[in-house]
């Protein structure tokens, strides 16, 4: 297959909401019917609606300490992968590569299990993290789907 060709984006979308708890499961939504014309497993989408999720709480919980702010939500399909990037303009993470540990947390107080970060790796084929203590944080996930593969 030509990869180039795959490469080439199909779709894209952008929505913003505001960091209530709420809209974890509005953006998981999105998610889901956005990636549908890719035509996932059962499995596939599950991964990419968990990971979404996980980044969705980060910026509620983290980023803006569940106060209230903007929330990023940013889509992109090729032939064969879909890439979401959540973004908020909050606290942003002083230590990514701490933050990434799996069982840290910021918040041990709130008896959060700090695996976000490990579960979004886990069911997506890329991870990457950008933040600026004071300027929030970008978290962008890259999914390759099976079905399109073939």
Do not use: C, Q
């Amino acid at each position: 297959m030509n990869k180039e060709k795959n490469m080439e984006i199909i779709n894209k979308m952008k929505l913003e909401f505001p960091s209530r708890s709420d809209n974890e499961r509005f953006a998981r939504t999105v998610a889901a019917s956005f990636v549908l014309e890719l035509d996932p497993t059962i499995d596939e989408l599950s991964e990419l609606k968990t990971a979404v999720s996980e980044a969705v709480t980060n910026a509620v919980l983290h980023g803006y300490d569940g106060g209230e702010g903007i929330i990023t939500l940013e889509g992109e399909l090729t032939k064969n992968a879909v890439t979401f990037t959540v973004t908020d303009s909050g606290r942003g993470i002083e230590d990514i590569a701490k933050a990434r540990e799996p069982l840290y947390t910021g918040k041990p107080e709130a008896e959060r299990s700090g695996m976000g970060f490990t579960i979004m790796e886990a069911f997506t084929d890329s991870l990457a993290v950008e933040s600026a203590p004071g300027r929030g944080t970008r978290v962008t996930m890259t999914k390759i789907m099976e079905a399109a593969d073939e």
